[in-house]
C-alpha cells in the first residue's frame, strides 16, 4: 500500500453534509464521513455537541472516520494521529499540521454543515514562572524537530538553536526506507518542513553541526568547529546511530547502512546500476529495505542470525509470516548464518557459502548516542535516564528520543524504544518540560511496519511474554496478537485490524491511568 503524503481531496463520499442530515441519524459518540462540495467532511457528535473537521488526517492521508473517537477528539487509523475535534489541533505526533474546522448548525431536527471556518494558529503563553531565554536542542531528528515545532505552538519568543550533525534539515526517516526508498514516494515528501520554516519560525538550524561536550556548570555545549553555544535549557535528542559491520571488506564503498537521506541517496544510486543486493539483518529497517529493493526489481538476499525474522519482537508466528511473505515476493532468505567477510563484491558467510553482490546494506541494529551525556556526567543506563518529565540526571538538562530511558508507568519499569512516534512525541513533551510546564510523559508506545502492501501495527512494550493469544488468522491478513505476562496485556500487534489496534491503545492508556 503506497499511503498519501498529502491531503489532497477525492472523489466525495457520503451524505451531502451541506444539505443536512436528521441528527438522530448520528448517534452519540459516532462519527461519519460526508461532503461539502468536493471537499470530504468528517462529521461527529458527542452528546448534544456536532463537530465536523477535515476528514484526512494531515500525517499520510489516513480517513479519519474509520478511526476512534475519544471524548472530542479523533485518533487516525493508520499511524494512530490525533486531532481535536474542537479546534482541529493536532493534538499527537505523528501529525504536526492540525485539520481545518467546520461550522455545524442545528435546526428543525437536522445538522448542517455550512463552511470552512477561518482558523489562526493556536498559541498559548506558558504560565511557568521562569521561561528560559534560549533554548538549544542537540540532534535533528524526530525529536529535535517535534520539540523546537511544539516550543514555537506554544509562543514561546526566545532563542531556538537545532545542532544537527547530519546534513539534510529533518526528515521523514520512517519513509527512508518504505516509500522513498521502493521508488513510490517522491523526494519533496521526505522533509519534514521546507527549508523556508527555520528561517520563518527563527529556528537557527545549524547543520554538520557535531557536538563534543556539553559544560554543565557554564550552560554550554562546545562544537567541533571550534565555536559554543551558551543555553538557558538543553535537549538532547541524539537519537541513534547504525551498529558499523567490524568484518573484512565492510568498508567498502558499495556497503551501506541506512539512517540518513544521503544513506537513502546513495543506495537508490546502487540500483540504477546494480541488479543484485544482499541485506545483512532481518529487523524491521532490513526487511523493509528488502521490500523496497525488491518494488525496484532489484534480486535480494537477506542473511541474519535468527531462525525466524523477528521472532524476538513479534513470536515465531508472525516471523514465519513474514518470511513467507517475502519469500512470495523473491527475497531470499539464508537465516541462522552470518557475514563473515566481503571481497570483491561477494559475502562469503559462516556457513561457507558465497554470495554475489553488487551492494551490500547492513541492517545490524542501533545504539544510542549517549557518549555525550555520559562524558559531561549524565546518568546513563543503555539511555540516558530521565524522569516522568523526561528531565535528566542534571536539572535545566532533558532527553528525549532514541536516548531516552524513562519510567513506564504501564510495565513499571524503566523502557528505552527506538520507535519514530515516540520520539516524536517525547519531543512534544519535552518542549513542555523544557518551558516549565511539569507534563508528564505517559503515551503508550507505538510503530508501524511496512512490508510490500502488509502493514503491521504495534502498541505498548513487550520486552517478554508467557502467552501469546491469536485473534483472526495471520495468513489471511486479518489479525490481531495479544502479548501477556502474568495474565497482563502488555502489547497488541495487528494486520488490518486498524480499529481494534486503536482501541488496545486506548485500553493500555486507561489501565496505565489507574
Known amino acids: 500500500m503506497v499511503e498519501p503524503m498529502s491531503t489532497s481531496q477525492s472523489t466525495p463520499v457520503g451524505p451531502d453534509l451541506a444539505a443536512g442530515i436528521p441528527a438522530d441519524h448520528l448517534r452519540d459518540g459516532s462519527m461519519l ?116 515545532k511544539k516550543l514555537r505552538d506554544e509562543d514561546y519568543q526566545g532563542s531556538i538553536v537545532m545542532l544537527s550533525s547530519d546534513a539534510a534539515a529533518p526528515v521523514d526517516r520512517p519513509n527512508l526506507s518504505k516509500d522513498y526508498l521502493a521508488g513510490t514516494a517522491p523526494e519533496e515528501w521526505v522533509p519534514l518542513r521546507p527549508d523556508t520554516f527555520y528561517a520563518e519560525n527563527e529556528i537557527k538550524l545549524r547543520l554538520k553541526a557535531n557536538v563534543t561536550a556539553i559544560d554543565v556548570r557554564s550552560s554550554e555545549v562546545a562544537l567541533a568547529d571550534g565555536t559554543t553555544e551558551p543555553y538557558d535549557r538543553l535537549l538532547l535528542a541524539t537519537g541513534a546511530e547504525p551498529v558499523q559491520l567490524s568484518i573484512p571488506g565492510a568498508d567498502q564503498p558499495y556497503v551501506h547502512t541506512l539512517r540518513s537521506l544521503d544513506d537513502c541517496r546513495a543506495i537508490i544510486a546502487e540500483t540504477k546500476s546494480g541488479r543484485r543486493a544482499v541485506v545483512l539483518g532481518a529487523s524491521f529497517i532490513g526487511l523493509e529495505v528488502a521490500a523496497s529493493l525488491r518494488a525496484r526489481h532489484i534480486e535480494v538476499h537477506v542473511v541474519a542470525p535468527e531462525a525466524r525474522p523477528m521472532q524476538r519482537i513479534l513470536g515465531p508466528q508472525i516471523g514465519d509470516f513474514i518470511r513467507s511473505l517475502h519469500e512470495e515476493n523473491g527475497v531470499v532468505f539464508h537465516l541462522e548464518d552470518a557475514a563473515v567477510a566481503i571481497e570483491e563484491k561477494r559475502v562469503k558467510l559462516k556457513s561457507g557459502a558465497e554470495i554475489d553482490a553488487d551492494f551490500v546494506v547492513a541492517g545490524i541494529g542501533v545504539r544510542p548516542r549517549t557518549a555525550l551525556a555520559q562524558n559531561a556526567g549524565l546518568a546513563t543506563d543503555n539511555g540516558v535516564l530521565v524522569n516522568e518529565y523526561l528531565e535528566t540526571s542534571v536539572p535545566g538538562i532533558f532527553a528525549a528520543g532514541d536516548i531516552a530511558r524513562w519510567p513506564d508507568r504501564h510495565t513499571g519499569s524503566n523502557i528505552r524504544v527506538e520507535h519514530w512516534v515516540v520520539a516524536e512525541r517525547q519531543g512534544q513533551t519535552a518542549a513542555l518540560n523544557v518551558l516549565g510546564q511539569r507534563a508528564k510523559f505517559g503515551a503508550v508506545p507505538f510503530f508501524w511496519s511496512q512490508h510490500y502492501d502488509v502493514p503491521i501495527n504495534y502498541v505498548g512494550h513487550a520486552e517478554r511474554w508467557d502467552e501469546l493469544i491469536i485473534d483472526g488468522e495471520i495468513s489471511k491478513r486479518n489479525c490481531l496478537l495479544r502479548y501477556k505476562y502474568e495474565g497482563r496485556v502488555l502489547a497488541v500487534a495487528s494486520i488490518y485490524r486498524d480499529l481494534e489496534n486503536l482501541k488496545a491503545e486506548h485500553e493500555l492508556e486507561v489501565r496505565t491511568a489507574v
Open 33 to 148: 464521513a460526508g461532503h461539502v462540495g468536493d471537499q470530504t467532511v468528517l462529521l461527529a457528535r458527542q452528546g448534544a455537541e456536532f463537530f465536523a473537521i477535515d476528514a484526512t488526517c494531515t500525517h499520510y492521508g489516513g480517513p479519519l472516520a474509520e478511526g476512534l473517537m475519544v471524548g472530542d477528539t479523533v485518533r487516525c487509523p493508520w499511524h494512530h494521529a490525533c486531532f481535536s475535534l474542537r479546534t482541529g489541533e493536532a493534538l499527537r505526533a505523528p501529525a504536526l499540521n492540525s485539520v481545518a474546522c467546520w461550522s455545524v448548525e442545528q435546526r428543525e431536527g437536522k445538522v448542517f454543515v455550512a463552511e470552512k471556518k477561518t482558523t489562526q494558529p493556536i498559541r498559548r503563553r506558558t504560565g511557568a514562572p521562569s521561561v528560559p531565554q534560549k533554548i538549544v536542542i542537540v540532534g535533528g531528528g524526530a525529536a529535535g524537530f517535534a520539540a523546537a
